[in-house]
Nanobody, 120 residues
Framework: QVQLVESGGGLVQPGGSLRLSCAASGFTFSSYAMSWYRQAPGKERELVAAITNPGGVTNYADSVKGRFTISRDNAKNTVYLQMRSLKPEDAAVYYC?????????????WGQGTQVTVSS
């Protein structure tokens, strides 16, 4: 079965950096685009960054452009989110997402999320 397991969240001061990882299994990782979303308390889940398969094209939310970098290692079935110059408004639960086709239909798969707290 499809599994997405995030790690790397934690508490960081404003201006600091974190790298999130998402280990994927149960599907042909290199065949699918991967994304990171986040959800802050009281807010809707929003797309942060996405990367195509096998990894040539990326796109970012305007709020994180120039500060976050999404990348993938298809040999390790892992997608990363390098976050720099973190701001308090970046605090959220970050989720890894894969949209995978099964029997002709697309399904969204999510990890359990990893908490990012930005505070001094």
């Amino acid at each position: 079965q499809v599994q997405l397991v995030e790690s790397g969240g934690g508490l960081v001061q404003p201006g600091g950096s974190l790298r999130l990882s998402c280990a994927a299994s149960g599907f042909t990782f290199s065949s699918y685009a991967m994304s990171w979303y986040r959800q802050a308390p009281g807010k809707e889940r929003e797309l942060v960054a996405a990367i195509t398969n096998p990894g040539g094209v990326t796109n970012y939310a305007d709020s994180v452009k120039g500060r976050f970098t999404i990348s993938r290692d298809n040999a390790k079935n892992t997608v990363y989110l390098q976050m720099r110059s973190l701001k308090p408004e970046d605090a959220a639960v970050y989720y890894c997402n894969a949209k995978i086709v099964r029997l002709g239909s697309w399904f969204d798969y999510w990890g359990q999320g990893t908490q990012v707290t930005v505070s001094s």
